[in-house]
Nanobody
Framework: QVKLVESGGGLVQAGDSLRLSCEVF??????????LGWFRQAPGTEREFVAA????????EYADLVKGRFTISRDNAALTADLQMNNLKPEDTAIYYC??????????????????WGQGTQVTVSS
C-alpha cells in the first residue's frame, strides 16, 4: 500500500556530512496519522532507532547518540523526508532504513511498530 525508497548513502570520512532522503509512494499514505522513522542496522546488531517525525505536526524524536548531529525533516507536499547527518562518526556506519505507519507516541522508537519499510541505503564512515 505504501512504498518507501531511501537514497543518499555513501562512503565518507569521519567528520563529514550526508543527507539521506526517503521518498514516499502511495495514495494510502496517511499524512494525518502516520509517523515516519529512520532506523539503522550495523552487521551483527539489532535494528536501532535513529529519528522520527510525526507527519501532521512535524514533532520530532531523536536517539541520544545522534542528538545535535542529525536532523529529520519532511516536505509535506512532495511526500519526502530527509535525514541530515553532520559530524559523522565511524560508529554511524550502518544500513539506514526509513519506515512508516500509525505509531503510538509511547512506541515511536520501536521498529516493531512500523508497518512499511524501505530497502535501506548504506552509510560507511571511515576513520
Amino acid at each position: 500500500q505504501v512504498k518507501l525508497v531511501e537514497s543518499g548513502g555513501g562512503l565518507v570520512q569521519a567528520g563529514d556530512s550526508l543527507r539521506l532522503s526517503c521518498e514516499v509512494f502511495g495514495r494510502t499514505f496517511n499524512r494525518y496519522r502516520y509517523t515516519l522513522g529512520w532506523f539503522r542496522q550495523a552487521p551483527g546488531t539489532e535494528r536501532e532507532f535513529v529519528a522520527a517525525i510525526r507527519w501532521s505536526s512535524g514533532a520530532t524524536e531523536y536517539a541520544d547518540l545522534v542528538k545535535g548531529r542529525f536532523t529529520i525533516s519532511r516536505d509535506n507536499a512532495a511526500l519526502t523526508a530527509d535525514l541530515q547527518m553532520n559530524n559523522l562518526k565511524p560508529e554511524d556506519t550502518a544500513i539506514y532504513y526509513c519506515a512508516t505507519g500509525t505509531i503510538p507516541d509511547s512506541t515511536v522508537i520501536s521498529s516493531r511498530e512500523y508497518t512499511y519499510w524501505g530497502q535501506g541505503t548504506q552509510v560507511t564512515v571511515s576513520s
